[in-house]
């Protein structure tokens, strides 16, 4: 994944949506399913690029943002997932977008210092269970 950049949707724009710094926005749970729609989150809205030359992005695209590395970035920045942008990414080519949302205001700060950046996995063997795993770097 690479060239994370901030991507700002008009909804950000409705009453429903404060905003805390720059590209962050305090928000209800969207959905409902983290407090029946009275817990706040922190979002933001980034777009990427998927590597489909990288370990575990072989078939990604904007309509199929592949697990590898993608889960791992949730759970490396504490992360889930508030919106899929679903009709940005079904017309896209090449540009994937995402909205993600915490509890923690730090967690939405730490994910945005990918703005820029790369994110992906890079495979290994364990020598003790000859199982393949992957290490995430950030460049």
Not at 45 to 73: C, H, K, W
């Amino acid at each position: 994944m690479k060239n994370f950049q901030n991507y700002t949707p008009q909804k950000y724009e409705t009453a429903d949506y404060q905003q805390v710094e720059e590209g962050i926005y305090q928000t209800k749970d969207p959905d409902g399913s983290f407090g029946e729609g009275t817990e706040k989150v922190f979002v933001t809205s980034l777009s990427f690029e998927m590597e489909p030359d990288q370990y575990g992005e072989e078939d990604g695209s904007p309509r199929n943002i592949t697990q590898v590395p993608f889960e791992a970035l949730l759970d490396d920045f504490n992360l889930f997932v508030t919106d899929f942008y679903d009709d940005l990414n079904e017309t896209s080519e090449k540009l994937c977008y995402q909205e993600f949302g915490s509890f923690q205001l730090e967690d939405i700060k730490k994910l945005r210092t990918l703005i820029g950046k790369r994110f992906y996995a890079v495979p290994y063997v364990d020598e003790e269970d000859g199982e393949e795993y992957y290490n995430t770097v950030i460049e």
